[in-house]
């Protein structure tokens, strides 16, 4: 493909870049990829991959679009692995948490009414004893825990390798340099959050440093965990990953240290089955938060033909096929759908 046969350049090869490439290209759009770094060379490379819901109450834009896009994972990773040949390691596992006290069962049974009307019959979210799951249990005071069918895994490493593949099988482009043409759509993550913090005078977001470790022990069929703060994630490789932490104020971006010790002993104090489990990796990277804790969708403001997809921070993976959808929309269309909140018009004008 020559640079005048592009019809939109994405720049940045992490989960927003190569979703958003994916869907430019199945409207029959010609896409390159331009990354220096590799595919999810930033926080979009990570381990963890817990794609899991906001709480079913207090509902807003941010929670209905998080919601429509948990529910079109399932096909979007199902076509991402049939045109690459790659599993990306998705599964809607579900997810269980432990309930502290009788305060905490009460909310969760009042949040449970929640999900039954407002996630549309597509997944529950119920009060259990966790029967069956033996030792993978978290420790509960009240015996007793949150179970959603909502939440699902995802590898992010073979998410972004899968997508890649599938990108380039379908014509399209992922290099490292290349000159761009047509619609181009910035999504540099931590770094390009900077440049626009100095390209508008303003704080629009910044990165916050995230560490996680992986364990060797096969879980793959088994729910995610959240307790004490940590995230449990089995794999389909027969992993477990688990993390992590968010730190504002760092000096190495890319090392790991007693904050993660922390989280993995918290992690092995709560569940039985990590106790023995062997640490085989440590990881740590910036993701990238917008100011508004939402995803900064649309237009950059005066540069015409230039667009703005950023600010996943911890929920990138999850909202990934619904940006992709609607930036698609408004690049190849010009029909915006980005939700208030989300808003680059918003944010940066």
């Not at 399932?74 to 599993?87: H, I, K, L, P």
């Not at 910036?286 to 508004?292: D, G, I, K, T």
Request: glycine share 14%.
């Amino acid at each position: 493909m020559g640079a005048g046969g592009c019809d939109v350049t994405i720049r940045g090869a992490g989960i927003f870049g190569l979703s958003i490439a994916s869907a430019c290209l199945g409207r029959g759009a010609r896409v390159r990829v331009i990354d220096p770094f590799g595919v999810g060379a930033g926080s979009s490379g990570g381990i963890v991959g817990a794609l899991a819901p906001h709480v079913p109450e207090n509902w807003n834009a941010k929670k209905a679009f998080q919601l429509e896009s948990l529910l079109m994972a399932e096909g979007f990773w199902a076509g991402v692995a049939e045109a690459s040949g790659r599993d990306p390691g998705y599964l809607r596992s579900g997810r269980l948490q432990p309930l502290a006290d009788d305060r905490a069962v009460a909310l969760a049974r009042d949040r449970a009414q929640g999900a039954a009307e407002l996630w549309q019959g597509r997944a529950e979210w119920r009060v259990t004893g966790g029967e069956g799951l033996d030792d993978w249990r978290p420790v509960s005071p009240t015996g007793l825990y949150v179970l959603d069918t909502l939440t699902a895994r995802m590898h992010p490493r073979q998410a972004c390798a899968a997508l890649a593949a599938a990108i380039v099988a379908r014509g399209g482009e992922v290099v490292a340099e290349g000159a761009e043409a047509g619609a181009v759509v910035h999504a540099t993550g931590a770094q390009g959050l900077e440049a626009l913090n100095v390209a508008f005078g303003r704080s629009v977001g910044t990165g916050v440093k995230g560490q996680a470790a992986l364990l060797r022990l096969d879980r793959r069929d088994a729910p995610q965990l959240f307790c004490d703060g940590v995230h449990v994630v089995p794999h389909g490789d027969g992993t477990v990953a688990i993390g992590s932490t968010s730190e504002r104020d760092y000096d190495r971006p890319d090392s790991t240290d007693t904050q993660l010790d922390d989280v993995i002993a918290r992690a092995r104090a709560a569940v039985p089955a990590l106790a023995g489990a062997d640490v085989i990796a440590r990881w740590a990277g910036v993701r990238p938060r917008a100011r508004s804790r939402a995803p900064l969708l649309g237009p950059w403001p005066g540069r015409p033909g230039h667009f703005i997809a950023n600010g996943g921070f911890k929920i990138g993976f999850g909202m990934a096929p619904k940006v992709a959808e609607v930036m698609a929309n408004l690049i190849l269309d010009d029909r915006d759908a980005v939700p208030e909140g989300f808003r680059t018009d918003e944010a940066l004008a």
